[in-house]
């Protein structure tokens, strides 16, 4: 069971982060204090909060481009919100409504008028960018209150911040779902042949809305965690994330076609990509070179399982002939 485990893509993964930590480790020494693992994950945290969610999308096979969006245009209304003197409390429960209005926007056009939801999203990528930069402009907005300030910055339970916590709650619960539940069984079987599905009694329609609404108010919970991590927001808060985030997903085994992926697969990646970042951050690697380092990580994420995969079948069929 554990070398099938060692020859599966998880098992590559789990291989690979090792070598990365260790090769960290031995160049920059301060790369397993506490601190600096902390760090690894706070300066990524909205971006592998999103992750979570886009799994479950990209299994569904679906993509929803429109995430770092809605996590822009999420905290950019709370800055509106605070600004024009709306308590912080009551701006952060508008912003996940926000989210979950974003997310069921997004559903009616994929999952009821049938539009392809790369032209969808990619299409409410600009618009919700765009609504962004109409909000604020040129100008970023500060003084947020001290105590949402806190939550983004400053240890929250023990040594962790609040975003590691959400982190790891969202990590148990979307695992548990998607492989534990009949909701997560529709998941896979739609992502599979979604004719199928709908043939077998699959509300297929209602399981897309409920991902993409989970999406959502998952991005906006982000771009609130952006905001207060940075203690200002601006129209282009945010730029850019959908590469890391559509990274750690494929990365993680998780087929783009849908049907096929594991929420630990997932983890493992993320924990490649965080190790990467920040040991290249160690080292003094510059940002570009960093996303370009991203950008293979990509074509691989996207190349590599189904290399395997056929690799495996091929093995799988010499064995029965």
């Known amino acids: 069971m554990m070398l099938a485990r060692l020859k599966s893509w998880e098992g590559l993964l789990l291989i690979i982060l090792i070598i990365t930590v260790l090769a960290n480790a031995a160049l920059a020494p301060q790369f397993l204090t506490l601190q600096n693992q902390i760090n690894l994950f706070q300066l990524s945290i909205e971006k592998i909060i999103v992750a979570l969610a886009m799994t479950l999308?990209?299994?569904n096979a679906e993509i929803d481009l429109s995430v770092a969006s809605i996590m822009g245009l999420a905290a950019c209304t709370?800055?509106?919100?605070?600004?024009?003197?709306?308590?912080a409390g009551l701006a952060i429960i508008l912003c996940l409504m926000l989210g979950i209005v974003a997310g069921a926007f997004n559903a009616f056009w994929i999952a009821y008028v049938q539009i392809p939801s790369l032209v969808v999203t990619l299409a409410m990528l600009i618009m919700y960018r765009g609504i962004a930069r109409v909000l604020l402009e040129d100008r970023g907005i500060t003084g947020f209150p001290?105590?949402?300030?806190?939550?983004?910055q400053k240890a929250f339970l023990g040594p962790f911040p609040l975003g590691m916590i959400i982190f790891v709650v969202l990590l148990v619960v979307l695992g548990l779902v998607l492989h534990r539940t009949g909701f997560g069984r529709e998941v896979f079987v739609i992502g599979t042949n979604a004719e199928v599905a709908r043939f077998s009694g699959v509300r297929v329609a209602r399981v897309k809305t409920i991902l993409f609404i989970i999406s959502g108010v998952i991005s906006a919970l982000a771009g609130?965690?952006?905001?207060g991590r940075l203690a200002s927001v601006r129209g282009d808060a945010a730029t850019g994330f959908e590469l890391d985030i559509i990274t750690m997903v494929l990365l993680g085994g998780v087929s783009i076609f849908g049907g096929r992926g594991t929420i630990i697969g997932v983890l493992f990646s993320i924990l490649i990509v965080l190790n990467l970042r920040n040991g290249m951050a160690l080292v003094n690697v510059t940002g570009h070179i960093q996303t370009a380092v991203i950008g293979i990580l990509l074509i691989m994420s996207v190349l590599g399982p189904n290399l395997a995969e056929r690799m495996r079948s091929t093995g799988l069929a010499k064995a029965s002939a």
């Open 57 to 59: 999308i990209i299994i």
């Open 78 to 87: 709370f800055g509106i919100l605070v600004e024009s003197g709306t308590p």
């Open 146 to 152: 001290q105590w949402f300030g806190d939550l983004g």
């Open 224 to 227: 609130l965690l952006y905001a």
